[in-house]
């Protein structure tokens, strides 16, 4: 990149135009109107490639402009009645085919370049699989330096509620799924600063390390996008696609991306948020994580139906809320308030199969959840919302169902 | 009169035209079908628009405010399609079937009963799939309407797409028949019925872009119709063409949707060009600089489109080798596309020029193309793109070539031959009123959305982070007021309609050319039943 005439000429011009382009590793503190630089070596590389080109087009772009007015001036039939009656010109048809070849070509040589280096996967240090769900991302550490058995996987929901993006103003109406109604005429909590940004569980990544991403999905088309390392990969069932990203040093913080593939109902709820940290944290946490995957589940049973209910909730909340609706009313899943399903005890070791092992549109959550979570949300959605039976679910109910 | 007339319906030396609902379900003559392609188009675009303006209040400010996401997809979905399938292309249909029988001297076009059946099928067609919409706001339950956005990638057409995904695939299948016929109606007629001397190197730029564009109609509407099939079969008849999970691919579902979909944009934009090449000679009053290397260039362009469907999919893996041939390929097409801007230009310079309404629309789709043009090159630089893909910037370059370019080009056309077409002056004052609002306002609209996309935000989104609320903002004002504006086109084409204004005499504009002008205004219901002779 550096090396071209075009690429020096556009530096020089923007430094003249944009001043006090801050690097924020806050992505809500946006680069006014231009594509952001990243934080990563290729990620600015790409920035420069993208400045080099607009200069290019917005040069031809007031060029044509310009002739266009100019003619429109002094050429209209106030100021020119008699009009010429040339219609071809060899000259400039060959010059004007071929100056744009030209053009075309001193893009393309930096274009290739940056292309071959975003495309260049190999010697990575952590290897992390990531994979697209409706509507969540999850995680799974695959190889770190020379271990390759790590074992440490999570989910990565939205952690916005959706009291704050849910702020209906009209009754019914257009307004046909869910929880929404309820929320009709109340005042809208005051929306985070990272609002449809922020999540549960952040993916981690060390700095100073080539760090590739292996992507995938469970479901639909997802598209893994953090604008920050320079670009997005498509989330496509049945196939892994590879990208990478490598923060430099001294960059540690969290960067923001969000879901760039229509995906269904809340593809704007599925936001990824990445903790860059530096690798001596990196390494305290991944020991800790290893040690946790390895003890097992925790099958302690419940103390009581109101702990489990408190635990339950904001796994239904989380998991749940999005499809069968924060009230239990249902949505794209079941409804869950006073309905046969939920209430009468045949259907007990079918909620629980339900869950373990999905059924139809309903995914298992035997990956994303833990026992103890399971049980604790099938207590729930089985005392919530009137439905009151009593039920108790334990975490060992859940394990030992197959 | 009228109930003679309809009596001798199928006399062709009857006097008089037949009238009332008969004349318009069994028409076969090319000007009353152009009409009614026309109103039909018309009619879908302020419908289109209204499912923008439904997008536009939702993406007024943060938060879900009117609509559910999940019918705020079907929005985004149902306007794509109606403003694509129901909008441009049914309305350079409608003006290719009133103008390319005057421009060649041909009495009527080849296929005339075949050319009724082409219009007649839209509006069961869009029926179908308005009818999914109305279902999903008012029904019982809310069954979803098509959901999946215009493109329909699988799985999520497929295996997740809703019950009515089944009436879209009839309804596109549908569109496909009718833009298929009307295709070889051109075709047929343009190789068979030119008058006496009207040689090809001779015809109206229109009829060439014409031409080209139903060649690639013809070419890749089977694919189109070829995709929805392996996806009824995919969800109904066990076959996994997009299935992975059955040992199929979800990338094949795009390179077939794209090697159909690149055309498409080409078939949107090739009749606008020819368009503009005849309105800015006229007001210009200079003959079209370059006239070879027009036909040409929409030749390349119209062969390079076949090469370069995979830029719409730079993100899904492709390997480097691919991904490079298709960046060069698509770069390329910057080169035959200059040339005719460079051309209309070229044509303006040392004219002497007035601006007509027809000129103000032809001269704001020149510069306004040309700036869709150049965001189009930046898309082309794949590394770049992998940032761009998929966010707004994509979404106000498409906007700006296909509303900026070919909507902005139909109404030059129409203000351009609506004397010709009704007899009557285009009303000069709501004219006015209706080009500056609609150039302000489609640049409030779409400009922005530039910004966005460049700071971040994807597309297809029903609520956004806080950083793109002011833009956001802004950009639904501009959606509203483009939306109004378009009233006042209404206005003008009814009053037109009722026959009020300023009579036109033959040829309205002093410095237009061609044929059409030389048969009196409003045309006769039939025309050139004797050739004339072109020297």
Known sequence: MQSTLFHRAAAGLTSLMISGMTFASDWTERSDLDLRPGVTQVSQEVQNLHTTVLWIVTVIGLLVCGLILFSMIRHRRSKNPNPSTFHENVFFEVLWTVIPFVILIAMAVPATRVLVQLDDTAESELTVKVTGYRWKWSYEYLTYEDDNDIGVSFFSNLATPPEQYNNPVLSGGLFPYGTAKDLVGKDAPEKDHNYNLEVDNKLIIPSGQKVRFLVTSDDVIHSFWVPDFGGKKDAIPGFVNETWALVPEGKEGTYYGQCAELCGKNHAFMPIAVEVVTQDEFKTWIAEEKEKAASGPDLTPFAGIDQAMEEGKQVYDSACALCHGANGEGGIGLAFAGTEFATNKEHLNEHIDVLVNGRAAMPNFKAQLTPRQIAAVITYERNAFGNDTGDLIQPADVNDHE | MSTAAATHDDHHDHHHAPTGLKRWLFSTNHKDIGTLYLWFSFAMFLSGGFLAMVIRAELLEPGMQFVDPEFFNQMTTVHGLVMVFGAVMPATVGLANWMIPLMIGAPDMALPRMNNWSFWILPFAFTILIGSVVMSAFGAGNPSAPNFGWTFYAPLSTKYGPASTDLFILSVHMMGISSIMGAINVVVTVFNMRAPGMTLMKMPLFVWTWLITAFLLIAVIPVLAGAVTMMLTDRHFGTSFFDAAGGGDPVLFQHVFWFFGHPEVYIMILPSFGIVSAIIPAFARKPLFGYASMVYATASIALLSFVVWAHHMFTVGMPLAGTLFFMYMTMLISVPTGVKVFNWVATMWRG????????????????????????????????????????????????????????????????????????????????????????????????????????????????????????????????????????????????????????????PWEGAEGLEWEVPSPAPFHTYDTPPVVK
């Open chain 2, 352 to 507: 002497s020029m007035t601006f007509e309404l027809p000129m103000k629309w032809a001269i704001a789709f020149v510069v306004l193309f040309t700036c869709g043009g150049l965001s189009g090159l930046m898309l082309a630089i794949t590394p770049v793109d992998f940032q761009y893909h998929d966010t707004y910037f994509v979404v106000a370059h498409f906007h700006y070539v296909l509303v900026t370019g070919a909507i902005f080009s139909i109404f030059a056309a129409a203000y351009y031959w609506l004397p010709k077409w009704s007899g009557i002056m285009p009303n000069k004052t709501l004219g006015e009123l209706h080009f500056w609002n609609s150039l302000i306002s489609a640049n409030l609209l779409f400009f922005p959305m530039h910004f966005v996309g460049l700071a971040g935000m994807p597309r297809r989104y029903a609520d956004y982070a806080l950083q793109f609320a002011d833009y956001n903002f802004w950009i639904s004002i501009g959606g509203f007021w483009f939306g109004l504006s378009q009233l006042l086109f209404l206005a003008v084409t009814v009053l037109c309609a009722m026959k009020k204004g300023e009579k036109a005499p033959a040829k």
